[in-house]
């Protein structure tokens, strides 16, 4: 468990009560997933779970355990929804909060009460630089994308498959290598639809002649893996493919502890813009990877980020034209002081 790091942050703002909440920050603080808030105040850390949680919160969090519930069913148990609960544990008249997991309810009443510290940016920072145990569960993740990408491969080449059919085959080899789940719904696009960045797959069979983008990523114990393919590129695709394979690759060499994250994008940016596709780069470069897929530092142009050893971002550059294709080419990587460690899945040159 992280408790240790709140106990600094209570520290940094003065001994004030800290309050956290949201799914992906109770689980880094707890290793517990599930419904609930943090509350650390006077140095003692309480996980306040409802009623239907009490189970897991009390095997898994290795915290003091409130629970509440609406109405009082049982001794023991807080009365009240988390609004009701919270005054009533909080001991100083300040409170840090991340207010970008807080609800509109709790915002009201907190800051009706008491002096309000938006802490949403330490915690962003502190889940973006990942400990040892975070890198090896995103490599883990990454083996089993690793997994799902190679038989993603065989099955287009086997032809006689459907973009829908083919997702669900990726989401059982996850599921089957290991995986808890996947990271978000796996994409599949071929032919026309590939010029749509987030395709939702459909029952269009991939024809012979059709390239196929593969956006896949495998969730393991909490954490995620993101990685994009552009597979069958021949004629019109293959030139695409290569500006994009080289303003990916330009990007990834620049990529090193202490070097601002706007300038991977600029990299990325700036060869596309010089064969002419730049209005056809539609996105970000890359985003950072952890217990949520898209979280801190975020790889954009307008990004304030600095890259830092052991973020782990992604480097995605691509090219959509409107009816006809479109090719994106995605690995994960671990920020280091020197060149980045990239986890690939595939073989990027087919």
């Known amino acids: 468990m992280r408790i240790k790091k709140l106990e600094e942050l209570s520290q940094k703002y003065n001994n004030s009560c800290i309050i956290i909440s949201g799914d992906p920050n109770v689980y880094y603080f707890t290793n517990y997933k599930g419904a609930g808030s943090i509350i650390y105040c006077d140095g003692v850390a309480t996980l ?28 023991g148990i807080l009365v009240g929804s988390l609004s009701d609960i919270l005054p009533k544990l909080i001991t100083k008249n300040t409170v840090a909060l991340d207010i970008n997991w807080s609800t509109v309810n709790v915002y009201r009443l907190l800051s009706s009460k008491y002096n309000l510290i938006d802490i949403s940016k330490d915690i962003s920072e502190m889940r973006s ?34 973009e829908k059919q083919l997702s669900g085959i990726i989401d ?25 960045p987030h395709h939702i797959p459909t ?3 991939i024809l012979e ?15 995620c893996f993101d990685s994009t393919r552009t597979f069958n590129v021949k004629g019109e695709v293959r030139k695409i493919y290569e500006i994009v394979l080289e303003a990916q690759l330009e990007a990834i060499d620049a ?4 070097v601002n994250a706007s300038e991977i994008d600029k990299t990325a940016r700036k060869v596309i813009e010089k064969y002419g596709y730049g209005r056809y780069f ?9 217990i949520e897929v898209h979280e801190s530092p975020y790889i954009s142009f307008n990004s304030n980020d600095v890259l830092k050893k052991n973020m782990v971002i992604t480097v995605e550059p691509g090219i959509y034209i409107k009816d006809k294709f479109g090719v994106r080419i995605e690995d994960t990587l671990i920020v280091t002081n020197g060149k980045p460690e990239v986890l690939e899945t595939a073989y990027k040159l087919l």
């Not at 306040?48 to 969090?61: D, G």
């Open 129 to 162: 630089i990942k400990d040892d145990e975070e890198l090896e569960k995103i490599k883990k993740a990454g083996e089993i994308t690793s997994e799902a990408m190679k038989v993603s491969m065989e099955k287009i080449l086997e032809g006689e498959i459907t």
């Open 48 to 75: 306040l779970a409802p009623l239907l949680e009490e189970n897991r919160a009390r095997e898994i969090s290795g915290l003091d355990v409130k629970i509440y519930y609406p109405s009082n069913i049982a001794n």
């Open 255 to 258: 990529v090193t502890s202490g």
């Open 203 to 205: 029952d269009k069979k």
């Open 209 to 223: 002649n059709d390239n196929v983008v593969v956006d896949i990523g495998a969730k393991f114990d909490g954490y």
């Open 172 to 196: 059982y080899t996850m599921k089957a290598s290991g995986a808890e789940d996947y990271a978000f719904p796996s994409i599949v696009a071929a032919g026309k639809n590939s010029s749509f």
């Open 282 to 290: 539609v996105h970000s470069t890359g985003h950072g990877v952890g």
